[in-house]
């Protein structure tokens, strides 16, 4: 069956990094773009950043552009999101997505920035 599957969130101080992965199965990684999102309290699911299938291509929401980085490795059948300088208001619950034939959702991991 399909899984995405996030880790790496947790607890940072502002100006602090993490680095989540998304383990991916049950479909062909490697043909799907993949997304993260997050959703902060009370608020609704943003798009924070994408990658085409081929890695070449990236995208990300003029929020974290400068900070944050999205890369896959298709023979791990991993997306990452490197999260650089850290800001209270990226706290949020982050989702991984893949979009292709299907569309498909992991689970979340927090991610809070906090002195």
């Known amino acids: 069956q399909v899984q995405l599957v996030e880790s790496g969130g947790g607890l940072v101080q502002p100006g602090g990094s993490l680095r989540l992965s998304c383990a991916a199965s049950g479909f062909s990684f490697r043909s799907y773009a993949m997304r993260w999102y997050r959703q902060a309290p009370g608020k609704e699911r943003e798009l924070v950043a994408g990658?085409?299938?081929?890695?070449?291509?990236?995208n990300y929401a003029d929020s974290v552009k400068g900070r944050f980085t999205i890369s896959r490795d298709n023979y791990k059948n991993t997306v990452y999101l490197q999260m650089n300088s850290l800001k209270p208001d990226d706290t949020a619950v982050y989702y991984c997505n893949a979009a292709g034939m299907g569309v498909f959702w992991g689970q979340g991991t927090q991610v809070t920035v906090s002195s």
């Open positions: 990658i085409s299938s081929t890695g070449i291509t990236t």
